[in-house]
């Protein structure tokens, strides 16, 4: 079966402390990752796409097939960061339809 | 924000009525999409289509049909509203099965 798991519902830090937002994933084969941010009430915005092993707004994220995770990182949060993230895996097919985990919101206190 | 914009943005309706939501892109993209968004659930694929008159169900497909009769719209309908669609609907859309995708502002929902 194919799914993405965020087992954390609600993740709070203080400003400045590091940030581990967990994903894991069950596929066969290569599994092509994303992380989406969405801002309060607005729509989902694309963070971060394995693939591209870029560094957006400070956000990191390594897929490690071992463990099948892809957990996002950021040394230090920002309360700019307070948002719903939700990990999403690309599923298998030529359909590109993603799955999604069921997101976990990140509270950054002042 | 790619252009793709969504109607209403608000809708409140009664069970049993009919509803359609339109999806509209301006970007020429193939593939276009339709979740549902849910708490403890993320979002769902509900159908997409992957060319105008090409459409194919997702994972929670019943009550929704859907139709894309050019590029740049795609339509959801609800057959006959229920309380479990009270949602938010997003569309989304990419340039091929490979390519990023790309979401609208969502549609709130209310079925009473």
């Known amino acids: 079966a194919q799914r993405v798991t965020q087992p954390e519902k609600l993740l709070s830090v203080f400003k400045g402390a590091p940030v581990e937002l967990k994903c894991n994933y069950s596929?066969?084969?290569?599994?092509?990752l994303f992380w989406y941010v969405q801002y309060s009430r607005q729509r989902l915005q694309l963070l971060l796409r394995?693939?591209s092993r870029e560094s957006i707004k400070g956000f990191t994220a390594d897929l490690n097939k071992g463990e099948t995770s892809f957990h996002l990182k950021k040394p230090f949060a920002q309360e700019e960061d307070s948002a719903m993230y939700y990990c999403?895996?690309?599923?298998?097919?030529?359909?590109?339809?993603?799955?999604f985990g069921q997101g976990t919101t990140l509270q950054v206190k002042p | 924000d790619a252009g793709i914009t969504q109607s209403p943005r608000h809708k409140v309706t009664e069970t049993g009525t009919p509803v359609t939501l339109r999806c509209h892109q301006t970007?020429?993209?193939?593939?276009m999409y339709w979740y549902r968004q849910d708490p403890g659930h993320g979002l769902r694929l509900i159908h997409y289509?992957?060319?105008?008159?090409?459409?194919d169900k997702g994972e929670v497909s019943d009550g929704y049909s859907v139709s894309r009769s050019k590029t740049e719209d795609f339509l959801l309908t609800l057959e006959s509203a229920t309380s479990s669609q009270t949602s938010v609907y997003f569309c989304?859309?990419?340039?091929?099965?490979?390519?990023?995708?790309?979401f609208g502002p969502g549609t709130r929902l209310t079925v009473l």
């Open positions: 989304a859309i990419s340039g091929g099965a490979g390519d990023t995708q790309y």
């Open positions: 596929y066969s084969g290569s599994p092509e």
């Open positions: 394995h693939i």
């Open positions: 999403a895996l690309k599923g298998s097919g030529n359909t590109g339809k993603l799955i």
């Open positions: 970007e020429n993209h193939r593939y």
């Open positions: 289509s992957y060319g105008v008159k090409d459409t």
